[in-house]
């Protein structure tokens, strides 16, 4: 697998599973009827944010993340990210590959840390993942989420110093 920066032809490939994912409303903090034209404003952040996908050989779009400015002013050393990853391609180390590079630009772009917002404490295989990645759980707001299945679940916040 390749990752590489996204293009705006990337898409509709992008498109094709995030879709999927923000209807189900289980993983990801966006309202469930983000229109498609919502969804590529945010998930195309303008600079210094970037917006990147993990491509097979054939260019099939396996995931996507993005990487932003978390806060400004005093705190705009602190970045953030958001990841997506086909579930056609769950469990094969794409969301690991893209958590990699997303830290590995991070620190090239000269950000001091990354913290994550809004991890839904029931996808346990992402926290894991940060985990092993070496975030740390800062801290976990009580029923923080409104998960369609689980009901008030807590919102993780997670922090790794780059």
Known sequence: MLIREATPDDWPGMWAFMEGIVRAGETFSWDRDTTESQARQMWFPAPPGRTFVAVSPDETILGTANSVRNHRGGAAH????????????SGH???RA?????LKQAREDGFRAMQFNAVVETNTRAVALWRSLGFALMT???EGFHH????YVGLHI???RL
């Open 148 to 151: 369609p299945t689980h009901g």
């Open 78 to 89: 602190i970045s953030s990210a958001s990841f997506m990853v086909d579930p056609a391609h």
């Open 158 to 160: 997670m922090y790794q």
């Open 93 to 95: 180390g794409v969301g």
């Open 140 to 142: 976990t707001l009580p």
């Open 98 to 102: 893209l958590g990699e590079h997303v």
